[in-house]
T-cell receptor, first 114, second 118 residues
Framework: DVKVTQSSRYLVKRTGEKVFLECVQD?????MFWYRQDPGLGLRLIYF???????EKGDIPEGYSVSREKKERFSLILESASTNQTSMYLC?????????????FGPGTRLTVT | AQKITQTQPGMFVQEKEAVTLDCTYD???????LFWYKQPSSGEMIFLIY??????QNATEGRYSLNFQKARKSANLVISASQLGDSAMYFC???????????????FGKGTHLIIQP
């Protein structure tokens, strides 16, 4: 079974702190994604990566950056956390493009910025 | 404009009844894929079913089927013989080809909260 894990289920940070959210997948997937989920808005894509060191902006990249130094690990970075970044963050992975491949999601990290 | 529209914020259904969850989409690309995910209260997103734009037949996976009406741009999820464990949020999502090459993310609807009553 594909397994996508995220470093924390719950996280509380202060405004202005630098925040790292880590995601690891164990199925050698090329693609990895970060979404945020807010009530009434569904999931929105922040960033994705299709290879090591490769990244692309999604729909809402402002205030975020990402890092992918190893194939299995994709990190989401909030350089200076703000209260409007309080949300549920979901990581996902999938096999490479060029076919139809569903995305497998991690359990999510509920981040609260105070 | 929204690319994925789910018009039912919430639904109550009696156990064992069939359920139809609505999804309409908007794209000008002839090649796309449509997905349905389930999110129980635990929070994890669970893939249910996929329909490709060129697929001739409606997708089915166990109790799940997708009523794909391409001309109407609709991809409704049908759950037959609903069970209490089907209570969850359900999201419709679309994948379009990404012009930049490589991977591309999914565009999600806002979801439908389905509650199955005994």
């Amino acid at each position: 079974d594909v397994k996508v894990t995220q470093s924390s289920r719950y996280l509380v940070k202060r405004t202005g702190e630098k925040v790292f959210l880590e995601c690891v997948q164990d199925m050698d997937h090329e693609n990895m994604f970060w979404y945020r989920q807010d009530p009434g808005l569904g999931l929105r894509l922040i960033y994705f990566s299709y290879d090591v060191k490769m990244k692309e902006k999604g729909d809402i990249p402002e205030g975020y950056s990402v890092s992918r130094e190893k194939k299995e690990r994709f990190s989401l970075i909030l350089e200076s956390a703000s209260t409007n970044q309080t949300s549920m963050y979901l990581c996902a992975s999938s096999l490479s493009a060029g076919g139809v491949h569903e995305q497998y999601f991690g359990p999510g990290t509920r981040l609260t910025v105070t | 404009a929204q690319k994925i529209t789910q018009t039912q914020p919430g639904m109550f259904v009696q156990e064992k009844e069939a359920v139809t969850l609505d999804c309409t989409y908007d794209t000008s690309d002839p090649s796309y894929g449509l997905f349905w995910y389930k999110q129980p209260s635990s929070g994890e997103m669970i893939f249910l079913i996929y329909q490709g734009s060129y697929d001739q037949q409606n997708a089915t996976e166990g109790r799940y089927s997708l009523n794909f009406q391409k001309a109407r741009k609709s991809a409704n999820l049908v759950i037959s013989a609903s069970q209490l464990g089907d209570s969850a949020m359900y999201f419709c999502a679309m994948r379009e080809p990404y012009s930049g090459g490589g991977a591309d993310g999914l565009t999600f609807g806002k979801g439908t909260h389905l509650i199955i009553q005994p």
